[in-house]
């Protein structure tokens, strides 16, 4: 105690001939404390830290007053292909083709998973992987909604888009009646003359090219749009 509204005290670990780490406990006035845990790495330093008021810092001590209940902090502006340069890193230790790692989301009251952000590797001993986003219809029918392949092809309403965006919807009768059944919809709200676009579409240069095709659900052609500007129909 140094005299005043705050003490310390120390749990301190130690090897045979060095202290190996500490946990430190702070009293700060009569009814309040803090605890962090310190590791040495050449010198004492903060690892993990829980404030009075219930929030956890890892690698600080102060976590912000904007921060719900935990924050990570690290000092790199690398990228992050290795471990040790990642704020946060969830690994499954099975080496099955097909694993899966995921962050999932529940409500207070419930019993099944609401949603879950998480990848899936197709392969076993490879560092790639497909991001996948999914959410819960009606309490038990959590599936994968959006997918981000390890090419980079996002797909929406399926996991094996067939090119750079492939949006699929699958109706089965559950959407709100008086919905428009679009896989896809844009709308631009600006109002301003001149800057109110819909869709921009850009490719192809002759015949051989495809700027934009519109098919039928049985594959037949509906309107092709070739590279050296001829409309078919």
Known sequence: NDGSDTE?????????THRVGQIAFRR????QGTLTLKTNNGGLQDAFFIGSDGKVGIGTTAPSASCAKVQIEIDENTQVYNVAQNALTLRN????????VNLAFMSNHATNVAGYVGMTFPNTGASTGSLVFATNSNGSDLAGRMTITLQGRVG?????PTAGLSVLLADTGTLPDGDNIYAAEFLN???TAGRSYGLAVQG????????????TQAGAEA???QGDKAVKM
């Open 8 to 16: 310390y005290k120390y749990i301190d670990a130690y090897s045979a």
């Open 28 to 31: 700060i006035g009569s009814t």
């Open 93 to 100: 230790s099975r080496d099955n083709a097909d694993n899966k």
């Open 156 to 160: 929406i309403g399926t996991s094996s």
């Open 189 to 191: 709200n600006e109002s």
């Open 204 to 215: 192809g240069t002759d015949s051989n090219d495809r700027v934009c095709r519109f098919v």
């Open 223 to 225: 309107l092709v749009i």
